[in-house]
């Protein structure tokens, strides 16, 4: 049984972050005190690292209490239990509700405290009655109570302020923020290097991964089925356009020239391709599709107006290869310009995104930028390419 000291408090701060990366390690078992050994080294650890800020768990710092244990023989001779004695001392120490008043809608209580500081022997002789204490001498009597310290042990304590639970077990959650612009991966490698060769894991507790590293697991599955699902209906709406699988096959293919631009954009900047990253790919997506269409639709209007004025490769073979090959050519020539504003116009877009070095958004931005420029110059050179080849008879 406790009671905590009336005036005993802890002071947090808070801190608001509109979007941070963070990191997070859980240790589960039962023994608080090999949660907190093991939380404790990892924060050591974690603290040496300039690249990350604000180290702490979700344990609170403890607090003092006074910590009353009941003598089992002489609390029951004075027919006290925990219960009596419990109530005896929140009627002594705490605060009294008295009644409450009203201000339109909201009940405020009316509640009587004293605010006298209370010392450790004052806790010790706070009186308890007894019904043995009551039948000797009375309600109004003197001698109807008898101090604390003589029934139960009276001692200070260090307690815990708030314990965490997961799923049915006790937890110790050490977080960290990253500082900005710090990257990630490398990070998070090193951490890990750390868990498995330094911190030694006493038996019964176990550890696992949460925080950004966490949330990116379970969301990445999820959004690799949803980019998959849209792949397919895109093919059928380009194959019902261009109504050949050969030129549909190569628009769905030519999704894969986003990616050296991407990754060498990454690399400059230092950045791992991620679950923000995935993001800025997905935004490309659309514009590389828009950019193949213009060339395919360009150089099949232009082949169709051969075919109509000289007939299919079946009337001339030869012509008509060379009719596809100069649409090819032209469709890339003609179609340069626009591409390159469409292009140029969205990579400046995102500049401000890669200026504020924000930890979400500079990832996506410089995908968008590298990716955009690199594919612009692959689509316009390989693309009309890959026509010609295709169409060849």
């Given at each position: 049984?406790?009671?905590?000291?009336?005036?005993?408090?802890?002071?947090?701060?808070?801190?608001?972050?509109?979007?941070?990366?963070?990191?997070?390690?859980?240790?589960?078992?039962?023994?608080?005190?090999?949660?907190?050994?093991?939380?404790?080294?990892?924060?050591?650890?974690?603290?040496?690292?300039?690249?990350?800020?604000?180290?702490?768990?979700?344990?609170?710092?403890?607090?003092?209490?006074?910590?009353?244990?009941?003598?089992?023989?002489?609390?029951?001779?004075?027919?006290?239990?925990?219960?009596?004695?419990?109530?005896?001392?929140?009627?002594?120490?705490?605060?009294?509700?008295?009644?409450?008043?009203?201000?339109?809608?909201?009940?405020?209580?009316?509640?009587?405290?004293?605010?006298?500081?209370?010392?450790?022997?004052?806790?010790?002789?706070?009186?308890i009655t007894s019904p043995y204490t009551l039948l000797?001498?009375?309600?109004?009597?003197?001698?109807?109570?008898?101090?604390?310290?003589?029934?139960?042990?009276?001692?200070?304590?260090?307690?815990?302020?708030?314990?965490?639970?997961?799923?049915?077990?006790?937890?110790?959650?050490?977080?960290?923020?990253?500082?900005?612009?710090?990257?990630?991966?490398?990070?998070?490698?090193?951490?890990?290097?750390?868990?498995?060769?330094?911190?030694?894991?006493?038996?019964?507790?176990?550890?696992?991964?949460?925080?950004?590293?966490?949330?990116?697991?379970?969301?990445?599955?999820?959004?690799?089925?949803?980019?998959?699902?849209?792949?397919?209906?895109?093919?059928?709406?380009?194959?019902?356009?261009?109504?050949?699988?050969?030129?549909?096959?190569?628009?769905?293919?030519?999704?894969?020239?986003?990616?050296?631009?991407?990754?060498?954009?990454?690399?400059?900047?230092?950045?791992?391709?991620?679950?923000?990253?995935?993001?800025?790919?997905?935004?490309?997506?659309?514009?590389?599709?828009?950019?193949?269409?213009?060339?395919?639709?360009?150089?099949?209007?232009?082949?169709?107006?051969?075919?109509?004025?000289?007939?299919?490769?079946?009337?001339?073979?030869?012509?008509?290869?060379?009719?596809?090959?100069?649409?090819?050519?032209?469709?890339?020539?003609?179609?340069?310009?626009?591409?390159?504003?469409?292009?140029?116009?969205?990579?400046?877009?995102?500049?401000?995104?890669?200026?504020?070095?924000?930890?979400?958004?500079?990832?996506?931005?410089?995908?968008?930028?590298?990716?955009?420029?690199?594919?612009?110059?692959?689509?316009?050179?390989?693309?009309?390419?890959?026509?010609?080849?295709?169409?060849?008879?």
């Open positions: 049984m406790s009671e905590a000291f009336p005036n005993a408090y802890v002071k947090f701060k808070r801190l608001d972050y509109l979007e941070v990366n963070e990191l997070e390690y859980r240790f589960y078992g039962d023994n608080l005190d090999s949660l907190h050994v093991v939380a404790e080294r990892l924060m050591q650890r974690m603290n040496d690292m300039p690249e990350l800020e604000w180290v702490h768990t979700d344990y609170f710092q403890p607090y003092p209490i006074i910590n009353v244990e009941l003598d089992p023989v002489t609390s029951a001779q004075l027919g006290i239990t925990r219960t009596t004695a419990q109530l005896a001392l929140s009627a002594t120490s705490s605060d009294l509700r008295v009644g409450q008043i009203w201000e339109g809608n909201y009940e405020l209580p009316i509640v009587v405290k004293d605010d006298a500081d209370m010392t450790f022997s004052d806790i010790g002789n706070l009186g000797s001498s009375g309600i109004h009597g003197s001698n109807s109570t008898i101090p604390l310290r003589q029934i139960a042990k009276v001692e200070p304590k260090w307690s815990e302020s708030r314990i965490i639970h997961r799923g049915g077990e006790r937890c110790v959650t050490v977080t960290a923020q990253f500082a900005q612009g710090v990257y990630t991966a490398p990070i998070e490698k090193r951490i890990a290097a750390i868990m498995q060769k330094e911190i030694d894991i006493p038996q019964g507790i176990r550890s696992e991964v949460g925080g950004e590293i966490e949330y990116g697991d379970e969301a990445m599955p999820q959004i690799i089925g949803g980019i998959v699902i849209a792949m397919v209906i895109v093919f059928f709406f380009l194959l019902f356009n261009f109504k050949k699988y050969g030129i549909t096959t190569i628009c769905m293919v030519a999704l894969g020239l986003m990616i050296p631009g991407a990754l060498i954009g990454l690399g400059l900047m230092n950045r791992a391709l991620g679950l923000t990253s995935i993001f800025g790919l997905i935004t490309l997506m659309g514009m590389i599709m828009r950019n193949e269409i213009l060339i395919f639709e360009h150089a099949n209007d232009l082949t169709k107006k051969h075919t109509a004025e000289h007939g299919d490769w079946t009337v001339d073979r030869k012509a008509y290869n060379a009719a596809v090959k100069q649409a090819a050519y032209d469709a890339g020539k003609r179609r340069m310009v626009p591409i390159f504003l469409t292009t140029a116009t969205t990579a400046v877009g995102v500049v401000p995104m890669i200026i504020a070095q924000s930890s979400f958004w500079m990832p996506v931005g410089v995908t968008i930028f590298a990716g955009g420029i690199g594919s612009l110059i692959l689509v316009v050179t390989i693309l009309p390419v890959v026509y010609w080849k295709v169409n060849l008879k």
